[in-house]
């Protein structure tokens, strides 16, 4: 476990900054005279998911220890994941009083921010007034996380890449007599047992908007190519980004359905549409395997964790959780996990492509009138570990209690507190490491760790500005988002045929424009000596 806590350390040695020494401010606990408190104030964060059963008695807890310093109120709503985007779209468009939203760059960050929906944030940072921001958002992390020089959302992330992996039934896979699975042969030939020997489990679980995520994405290096699963963000739909070798020029951006004309003048063999799509083949192979209401469902892992999937694709993170509430739920379960992504299995050094930037973030709508209440409690949230851990793991010895060297163990509560920490508590420097976690997981945070595991990927500081093509991408990102949801998910076999035709569509409703607009701001951004 000290190995994981240095590594830790060590991927942020450049972005610390010296910490403030002030423990309390105005902006945190005081003593208990509330004779200069502020008045109280009822904030609205806006989250997508499932509510965790208890976070009432949580932010009960937290309204009790703040009542004679913050004295601030919080609710909350939660919404679906699959309409989430667009009812936040709609609320922000409408000038509806929100006071903190998740977004992201793979939501609708970029265009909310190019918008002017979301208020600018650089006061609050680098600030005595905020100790709690300026420690744990130091400047050279805050500085990869600016949009157009500016921060218009808190940067949500505990490492720069959470490992993708299919959960299995361990203990199903000891019945069938098979050996560790150790390659995507070896888990096909898994679920086909499940499929034929448990006919009323489902053998894979998916979840409707993330569909088989990587699991057949090429995985090349992308040194001079942008694409899924690591494609720019903000146009509405992917494009495959394709720069000269030297990285000073743009040959093209490709996007689902285009004829070959549009891959022609790339270098082989990236000339090739398949190159980028034949992951679209192997999603209709595999949905053998998956639930038949897949697009419309929301928690894949609670069918693992029920006992009702014999497998589930998700995240590293997820392990240690989803391993508890199994074994609770299905006595003599177990549950082990097969990383998909053959150079992170193997923990190659250079494996991982990243450009530093957050997944996730918190934003504040122009529209609310509390936005220096909200950064206080935000600042009271990151300002000690305490109040941290509160709110990312809950009630300390009802929902998690204390491990060695700063872990922490679950409980038989844990479950009722699984709040999605990546929408509002992530951070390098205060969340958690779970104690309770089997030696391969604690191997596999520590590989993500460490620095050497990642490379820098081409454009890392680019972001497009969806300004000029706003009305395009509008028209364009509904039809795109609804036709990849099932492409995603396995459901079409005749694809191409989809792609081509949805192709046809976006042509007519500014794709074109769009993809002029793209390559055009990337080719700016590298004649100014961009990378």
């Known amino acids: 476990m000290k190995r994981i806590k240095a590594l830790l350390l060590l ?17 945190g606990q005081t003593s208990g005279d509330s004779s200069d408190a502020p008045p109280p104030v009822t904030l609205l964060f806006q989250f997508f998911g499932d509510k965790p059963t208890d976070l009432d008695l949580v932010i009960q807890e937290f309204e009790k220890r703040t009542a004679d310093s913050l004295r601030v109120k919080l609710e909350t709503e939660w919404d679906a994941p699959e309409e ?42 680098n600030n005595d007034d905020y100790p709690g921001l300026k420690k744990a958002f130091p400047a050279d992390y805050l500085d990869a996380n600016r949009m157009n020089g500016h921060i218009y959302a808190l940067p949500l992330t505990q490492l720069f890449h959470d490992i993708e992996l299919v959960f299995i039934r361990k203990d199903l896979r000891e019945k069938y007599g098979m050996q560790p699975i150790r390659s995507m042969a070896g888990l096909e030939e898994y679920l086909e ?28 290096k992308q040194t001079n190519f942008r694409a ?39 270098p082989a063999p990236l000339n ?36 009702k999937a014999a497998a589930a694709e998700g995240t590293v993170n997820d ?13 003599g379960a177990d549950l082990e996990g097969f990383v998909y992504i053959d150079c992170q299995r193997n923990r190659e050094a250079g494996c991982i492509g990243t450009d530093y930037r957050a ?11 509390h936005a220096d209440d909200t950064m206080r409690f935000l600042d009271w949230l990151f300002q000690s570990q305490e109040n941290h851990d509160l709110f990312e793991l809950g009630i300390k010895g009802k929902h998690w209690t204390e491990g060695a060297e700063g872990t922490y163990h679950t409980t038989s509560e844990s479950s ?26 604690q191997d596999l945070l520590a590989y993500e760790a460490d620095p050497a595991s990642y490379y820098r990927l081409p454009l890392s500081g680019f972001l497009f500005d969806p300004t000029p093509v706003k009305t395009e991408i509008a028209k364009v990102q509904p039809l795109a988002n609804q036709t990849m949801q099932v492409l995603n998910s396995g459901l079409d076999p005749n694809w191409r045929d989809s792609l081509a035709a949805l192709n046809k569509k976006l042509r007519g409703l500014g794709l074109e424009k769009i993809r002029a607009e793209l390559v055009r701001q990337i080719q700016a951004y590298l004649d100014q000596g961009g990378a």
Not at 193 to 216: C, D, W
């Open 11 to 27: 991927i942020l040695l450049p972005l610390m900054i010296c910490g403030c020494d002030r423990l309390f401010s105005a902006s």
């Open 84 to 125: 989430y985007k667009q009812k936040i779209k709609l609320k922000l468009a409408a000038g509806e009083s929100v006071d903190a939203v998740f977004d992201a760059s793979w939501m609708n960050l970029n265009q909310n921010v190019a918008q002017g929906y979301y208020q600018v944030l650089d006061k609050y940072f």
């Open 193 to 220: 047992r499940v499929r034929r020997e448990e006919p009323s489990m489902i053998p894979l679980a998916l979840k409707g908007e993330r569909g088989f995520y990587r699991m057949f994405e090429n995985q090349a």
């Open 228 to 266: 899924s699963p690591t494609a720019l963000s903000g146009t509405g739909i992917a494009f495959n980004v394709v720069l000269s070798n030297d990285g000073k020029q743009v040959l093209g951006a490709a996007t689902y359905g285009d004829p070959s004309s549009e891959y022609a003048k790339f």
């Open 272 to 307: 090739q549409p398949d190159y980028f799509t034949q992951v679209f083949d192997q999603n209709a192979a595999w949905n053998r395997f998956v639930q038949t209401d897949v697009l419309n469902e929301r928690n894949a892992l609670l069918l693992l964790e029920s006992g």
């Open 319 to 331: 392990w240690a959780s989803a391993r508890q509430k199994l074994k609770t739920a299905v006595p």
């Open 359 to 369: 997944w996730n973030d918190l934003a504040i709508p122009v529209t609310s009138k």
């Open 416 to 441: 009722d507190y699984a709040f999605p920490a990546f929408e509002l508590t992530w951070n390098p420097y205060l969340s958690r490491i779970g104690a309770d976690a089997q030696p391969e997981i």
